[in-house]
């Protein structure tokens, strides 16, 4: 018996060896962020390249958040960052929950459209939304028209409302209530629940796990967003983080010490989100792949 288990369990030693490399591979870039942020200014000038700090220099981390008005880059992302998931959350999963549960004439066209979506970089719609997002009526100095003024440009409308759905939210939420038997919905309408108010009685009190899922993709992508927020806002009190990280680029060099530690603060609290998280996460990715 022992033999037995010995040699089956020498069967997965390649499995592990590989497994182990990568996950080193996915850990090192971090290992070498925190090592950076303690470097000073002169290891840098000598042009070394030691993964340990020659000398630890933690006020670095004082130095980086005084460069710049942190407190109004974080403000902006903490506030554009909710909304969108709130957003996100309810309206990706009352798509996903029509798709999965409603039969309507083209459901099956439209889903495939959907799926096509995609496959779409973003940097290919930038510029029609932009166009949208400068021309909308009575907003940012408009006429009736859309003429004259910006719009939604350089204002928390411009970063908030393209997040508000997407397709893979759509698809993910869709593929978690696939799983459901179809009793809950004769059951509900027996009772005289219609559509909508099935969805917030009976599925929505059950999505922990999706909303866990969506919500931490969805915060990972708003909050590291450094291409749409550089597209549509100008001015300094509308800047995110990713933006305010820009400041240690300078004209001759990088303070890559610096950069390092504002980073790395910049990245606690979707650490911190991950962690909290992470069993509806994985949960909510087992669930979602069983049935569709």
Known sequence: MNRLLTAKAGRYVPVYAVLAIFSL???????????????????????????????????????????T?????????????????????????????????????????????????????????????FLIMKSIPLFGGNDLFGQGGTGWLDSYYALVIPELSG????????????????????????????????????????????MATLGIFKTVSVWNDFFHPLIYTTSETMRTVQLGLQVFNGEYR??????????????????????IFQKQFIKSLVSSSVKG
């Open 25 to 67: 591979a996915m850990v090192l870039p971090f290992v070498v962020m925190i090592f950076t942020s303690f470097k000073g200014d002169e290891e840098f000038s000598l042009g070394t390249n030691h993964l340990l700090p020659m000398n630890w220099h933690p006020e670095n981390f004082m130095r980086a958040m005084m460069m």
């Open 167 to 210: 397709s893979f939210g759509i698809f993910l939420a869709r593929q978690f209530y696939l799983q459901f038997p179809r009793a809950l919905d004769d059951a509900a309408h027996m009772d005289g629940a219609g559509y909508f108010r099935t969805f917030l009685q009976i599925y929505l009190p059950q999505s922990g796990p999706l």
């Open 254 to 275: 990088i303070q890559y010490n610096l950069l390092m530690a504002a980073t790395l603060i910049v990245s606690l609290p979707l650490i911190a989100m991950f962690f």
């Open 69 to 129: 008005d942190w407190a109004t880059y974080f403000k902006n992302s903490v506030v554009v960052t909710c909304l969108a998931v709130i957003g996100s959350l309810f309206f990706n999963s009352l798509a996903g929950y029509t798709f999965a549960r409603l039969a309507f004439k083209g459901r099956d066209v439209l889903f495939i459209i959907l799926l096509i979506g995609l496959m779409v970089p973003p940097q290919v719609t930038i510029i029609p939304q």
